[in-house]
């Protein structure tokens, strides 16, 4: 496709179910992040992948936060036992190298409700 | 990351210049500037990075002092479609995603 693919869109989960958030980056990104919304604030970073490698996840909140990037294309972010502070928009981003300037592009995100 | 301050929000008139000024007091010698938008319901977009001095391109021009404390995202006859928050970003190759400190934003409101 043309741009970053997230879904789904919208994901309403039960307190302490499991979710699972998919992004498509842009056909032959070499870097992927995910972000993460809360209403009312900025994106903030959650972890970064290079290729298959994940080289940086000092962002996610706890251990219920997992991602991968298993091919080095698609990447998933899993969370398990949602809880409802887990409640925010995921932003998936992509970029083509990891060089100075280089210009990222992000997805629509995905809107998680946890009830 | 350099910490950034900007205004929480800007009301400006359809065709007006619009100039949201963004303060980083504490700057590093290898930081980019980095500005980007963020309409609701959508992903933030890329708009302008810059080092110093001015830089323009089609959808905004950006004017960094000789101190780099502070910098200015200008847009030249904004339009109702202009609103959207706007993110200024100090750090290393901002312009890619890395660990992105967004803030909270300047909220651009344009009406007729």
């Known amino acids: 496709g043309a741009g970053v693919s997230q879904s789904p869109r919208y994901k309403v989960a039960k307190r302490g179910q499991d979710v699972a958030l998919r992004c498509d980056p842009i056909?032959?990104?070499?870097?992927l992040f995910w972000y993460q919304q809360a209403l009312g604030q900025g994106p903030e970073f959650l972890t970064y992948f290079q290729n298959e490698a994940q080289l940086d996840k000092s962002g996610l909140p706890s251990d219920r936060f997992f991602a991968e990037r298993p091919e080095g294309s698609v990447s998933t972010l899993k969370i398990q036992r949602t809880q409802q502070e887990d409640s925010a928009v995921y932003l998936c981003?992509?970029?083509?190298?990891?060089?100075?300037?280089?210009?990222?592009?992000f997805g629509q995100g995905t809107r998680l409700t946890v009830v | 990351l350099a910490k950034t301050t900007q205004p929480i929000s800007m009301d400006s008139y359809e065709g007006q210049e619009v100039n949201i000024t963004c303060s980083h007091n504490n700057i590093a010698t290898n930081d980019y500037i980095t500005w980007y938008q963020q309409f609701p319901s959508q992903g933030p977009r890329f708009i302008i990075q810059?080092?110093?001095t001015k830089v323009t391109n089609e959808v905004a021009s950006l004017f960094i002092p000789a101190d780099r404390k502070s910098s200015t995202l200008s847009l030249p006859r904004v339009s109702l479609s202009d609103t959207a928050v706007y993110y200024c970003?100090?750090?290393?190759?901002?312009?890619?995603?890395?660990?992105?400190?967004f803030g909270t934003g300047t909220r651009l409101q344009v009406t007729l």
């Open positions: 056909s032959g990104h070499v870097s």
């Open positions: 810059g080092y110093k």
């Open positions: 981003a992509s970029s083509s190298s990891a060089g100075r300037g280089t210009e990222a592009f």
């Open positions: 970003l100090v750090g290393p190759d901002t312009g890619t995603a890395s660990k992105l400190t």
